[in-house]
């Protein structure tokens, strides 16, 4: 079989993603191993099929790779001993990762990026640790959603690819693929089942997923939103249901979530709408700003700290004293001067970025917190996350009568739908389930700032193309899942954020991190890579 033009161009781009992602063609790249618990499905429909193909295998120096959506290794079947323990050296092992930023143009992860099948003969390989290798790849599409479930690649030892292979792997591929639906159609019956049974009652709002399912009633349709419904999935797969979330409209709901046995990831969720928001992450309005005159809020830079503080002090009347912007511009911060001048004129003062303040000014400004009473304009105080502030500042935030801290973007997932959305309204856009999905998967280190330049973009690719939907496409390739982390599951996803906010808190020092996760640091370094930390 030849490598025809669009073939080479597939082989010349795959090459240049992995230049771009840092890997060298002489490079050994250790295997990033995953829990593949989540695939078992996949497995499942696979075991006996891959069974009947190793038999055909017999006497031929060729090998089945079988890795799941995400492109990790689930399932490896061979004849040929000598082969298998190369390809085990090779990293070809249970659990590691075959995308293209982990090892390169293959017919596994390149596959991946094209959606369709590839071959790819010795030469072809991006890495020389493959380039005794030919392969054919080609994806398996689940019959009913439509989305690749895993891939399936043929390889040899040898320069080129036997043409025999390709109708032998589609012909594997299409076996999975048709139980792939049997199971599915099983699936499908326990969960309306089990939505049947919990919308009897009419006056509550139900609502149920599967794998490739979504059912609700009509006040569960009022509701939610397609957005909504990936935020939900995301929560089911996570095995981490809060108490509430707040959906695309903006509405607060409290959510309660039964499982439907013997089926993954699939849930009937009660949802009711709630009359107030009792998020934590609440400030007071300014009509409560008498009885909490001093009002501390902090949080990360990006995280609308300076946004909230004036919801608590007028905008348009209170005295600003903008403390980073005073640095850069190295202009002089005449703070005692700032609080006589909002006293004369009975407005409201915000200190934005207080923590940056000198000690002298900190010491001043907690004297007036101290001072303050209820009867005048609030003091509102931006500063970081209590956590990471010196002792002058902290003591002024402790002087606070009212304090609140803003959590970061990466801890808001239920929320991020319901964010974006109100971003897009402005556009007339709607965000689609899998763009939801995508979002809420991301680390947000930029946070709010992060986000809204993301959606500026994906709405001009959105705007370009017609559409009034923004889906998962229309964002910039880092932000779609793939090139950072693909919605990780139950432990690995709270795990994940852990290592994160310990990373944060120890300004990166991996050392103290790992004192404060109570583990050792080889253990951390191989999370860090294993969840595709960018540390």
């Not at 050296?89 to 590839?118: P, Q």
């Not at 981490?240 to 903006?250: A, F, K, Q």
């Not at 954020?497 to 191989?526: C, E, F, Q």
Request: glycine share 6%.
């Amino acid at each position: 079989m030849t490598t025809s033009l669009p073939q080479r161009q597939v082989i010349a781009a795959s090459w240049q993603r992995a230049r771009d992602c840092g890997l060298a063609p002489d490079a050994r790249p250790d295997p990033v191993l995953a829990d593949i618990s989540s695939s078992d499905p996949l497995l499942d429909a696979a075991r006996p099929i891959l069974a009947r193909a190793a038999e055909q295998l017999h006497g031929t120096p060729a090998a089945l790779l079988l890795v799941d959506h995400r492109s990790r290794m689930v399932a490896r079947v061979s004849a040929d001993a000598s082969l298998e323990r190369t390809l085990a050296d090779a990293g070809a092992v249970t659990g590691a990762t075959f995308t293209e930023a982990a090892m390169g143009t293959t017919a596994l992860g390149t596959v991946a990026e094209v959606r369709g099948e590839v071959v790819i003969n010795a030469e072809d390989h991006y890495l020389e640790q493959f380039r005794f290798l030919s392969c054919f790849g080609q994806p398996i599409i689940h019959p009913t959603t439509r989305r690749v479930a895993g891939i399936l690649c043929m390889t040899q030892a040898a320069p080129r690819l036997n043409p025999l292979s390709v109708p032998l792997v589609r012909g594997v591929v299409e076996d999975i693929a048709d139980r792939l639906l049997s199971r599915s159609s099983s699936d499908h019956r326990r969960v309306i089942a089990a939505y049947e049974k919990a919308a009897e009652r009419r006056d509550t709002a139900v609502a149920a997923l599967g794998d490739d399912l979504q059912l609700s009633n009509s006040l569960a349709a009022q509701l939610l939103a397609p957005g909504d419904f990936g935020t939900l999935r995301q929560l089911v797969e996570q095995n981490d249901v809060p108490p509430t979330i707040t959906l695309l409209s903006g509405v607060t709901v409290a959510v309660q979530a039964v499982r439907v046995p013997s089926v993954r990831h699939a849930a009937v969720f009660r949802l009711r709408p709630q009359l107030s928001d009792l998020s934590p992450a609440s400030l007071p309005s300014r009509s409560t700003a008498a009885g909490a005159p001093t009002v501390a809020i902090c949080g990360e830079p990006g995280t609308g700290r300076t946004a909230r503080a004036f919801t608590v002090a007028d905008r348009a009347a209170a005295v600003v004293i903008d403390v980073p912007a005073a640095l850069i511009d190295d202009a002089p911060i005449d703070l005692a001067a700032a609080l006589r001048l909002a006293r004369s004129r009975g407005h409201g003062v915000v200190i934005d970025g207080a923590d940056l303040l000198d000690e002298r000014s900190l010491a001043l400004l907690q004297s007036a917190v101290s001072a303050r009473s209820g009867a005048e304009p609030p003091i509102v105080v931006v500063t970081g996350p209590p956590d990471t502030l010196g002792p002058g500042a902290a003591a002024l935030v402790a002087r606070c009568r009212h304090r609140t801290t803003l959590p970061p973007l990466r801890q808001r997932s239920t929320e991020l739908a319901a964010l974006a959305q109100e971003f897009l309204r402005a556009d007339s856009l709607e965000l689609g389930a899998d763009a939801a999905d995508a979002l809420a998967s991301q680390d947000w280190p930029g946070n709010f700032p992060e986000l809204a330049m993301v959606l500026e973009q994906a709405a001009a690719v959105a705007r370009a193309r017609g559409s009034r939907t923004l889906d998962v496409h229309d964002l910039p390739r880092d932000y779609r899942g793939s090139a950072r982390v693909s919605r990780l599951l139950g432990l690995e996803h709270a795990e994940r954020l852990a290592i994160v906010d310990a990373l944060d808190a120890a300004g990166g020092n991996k050392s103290h991190a790992a004192k404060t996760l109570g583990i050792s640091r080889t253990t951390l370094y191989a999370r860090i890579r294993a969840l595709d930390i960018g540390r």
